[in-house]
Each structure stands twice: as C-alpha cells, then as structure tokens.
Antibody, heavy 123, light 104 residues
C-alpha cells in the first residue's frame, strides 16, 4: 500500500523559513517512473502545484515561487523535503505531497496524496 | 505555462441526475496527460480519471472521462449523494480552478 504523510510546523511567523517533510512508504524514490510533488491549497481556493522531484534528482518549480522554494529527497529515509523561505500570510494553506507517475518527461497524474498539513503564517 | 479552464464554476443537480463537467486546455494536449480529481471538504484530492478516460482503482463506473485536443469532459451518469464535491482537472503541473457540484 502506497502512503504519504506530511509533517512540519502548523504555525510559522512572517519572514521565517518553512520546512515540510513528506515521508513515503510502499514505493521507492528511485523508481524512474515515479516522483513526488508538493501542492498547496489556500482555504477555500484551488490547488496550486509548487515543486516536483524526479528519481534522478532533477527538480521542477512553480515559476512564480521558484526563488523561494527548494525541494530535496533523502532516499535512505524515504523522505522528500520542501523548504519555503520568507513566508507571508498569503502562504497560509494546506500543503499536500503526492506521488506522481511520469511518462516521458512529464507528470501524468498525482496519486495518491497525503492527508495534508494546514500551515498558518501569522505573527 | 499551461492553462486549464473548468466550467461551470458551480453545478446544482439532484441525486440520480447526470452531471457533465468541462475542462478546456489553452492548447492541444495528449490525452495521456489529462486527469480528474474529486475533493470532499476536509479531505485530500482523490484521483478519479487518468489518461483522459481511464478510471483509477476503485472508482465506480458511473464516472467516465472523455475528450481530446483541448476539450475534455467528466461525466457522472447517475449522481449519488457522496458525489457532491469539488472536481479538478489537471494537465502536467497545472490544475483547473475546479467545479463545485452541489445538491439542488
């Protein structure tokens, strides 16, 4: 059974750095047909893709947030970490990680998803 | 950057009725890269359809996907009470803005 679980702080202050961890099980982060993405969803709003990491350690970032994001993986720990610098109240959202299926160089689908973690940015 | 436009924004129907949700891409895409998700309040999205028309594991056959090029459709043949939720289409790293399916 494939599972993903997000962990990290639920409250961060403006200008701080947010670090979130996605712990996976049931699949390998070295599988060339799979990857892991981070997606967020502000309260009452739509899904927004943030970052993706491939098995070969290649990375992709949302153009609008690229300067603030870093994604990395620790295969031995089955973990994918997302860091976001200089957070703002507008970054308040539920953050999800999801396994991706890769065909060619592109993601075909996100499945499954973790349960998500609500992160609030407030002083 | 890919753009996906979903319509309608909100769809009000009754249980037993047929629902038709639309997703339009800004440019022609391969069906391989079009997926649909269902999200209920307080839950993570769940994959329904991938490859534009293939049902994910465990998804009832009342859910079907179709389309090609720039126009894609998610159809729910007979609505069950548990189908009222928000639905998103996805292409590559882009999600549509969602269609809320509500009880009439």
């Amino acid at each position: 059974q494939v599972t993903l679980r997000e962990s990290g702080p639920v409250l961060v202050k403006p200008t701080e750095t947010l670090t979130l961890t996605c712990t996976v099980s049931g699949f390998s982060l070295n599988n060339p047909t799979m990857g892991v993405s981070w997606i967020r969803q502000p309260p009452g709003k739509a899904l927004e893709w943030l970052a993706h990491i491939f098995s070969n350690d290649d990375k992709s970032y949302s153009p609008s947030l690229e300067s603030r994001l870093t994604i990395a993986k620790d295969t031995s720990q089955s973990q994918v970490v997302l860091t976001m610098t200089n957070v703002d109240p507008a970054d308040t959202a539920t953050y999800y990680c999801a396994r991706t299926d890769i065909y060619g160089l592109w993601v075909t689908r996100f499945d499954p998803w973790g349960q998500g973690i609500l992160v609030t940015v407030s002083s | 950057e890919a753009v996906l436009t979903q319509s309608p924004g909100t769809l009000s129907l009754s249980p037993g009725e047929r629902a038709t949700l639309s997703c339009r891409a800004g440019q022609s895409i391969s069906t391989t890269y079009l997926a649909w998700y269902q999200q209920k309040p307080g839950q993570a999205p769940r994959l329904l359809i991938y490859g534009a028309s293939s049902r994910a594991t465990g998804i009832p056959d009342r859910f079907s996907g179709s389309g090609s090029g720039t126009d894609f459709t998610l159809t729910i043949s007979r609505l069950e009470p548990e189908d009222f939720a928000v639905y998103y289409c996805q292409q590559y790293y882009t999600f549509g803005q969602g269609t809320k399916l509500e009880i009439k």
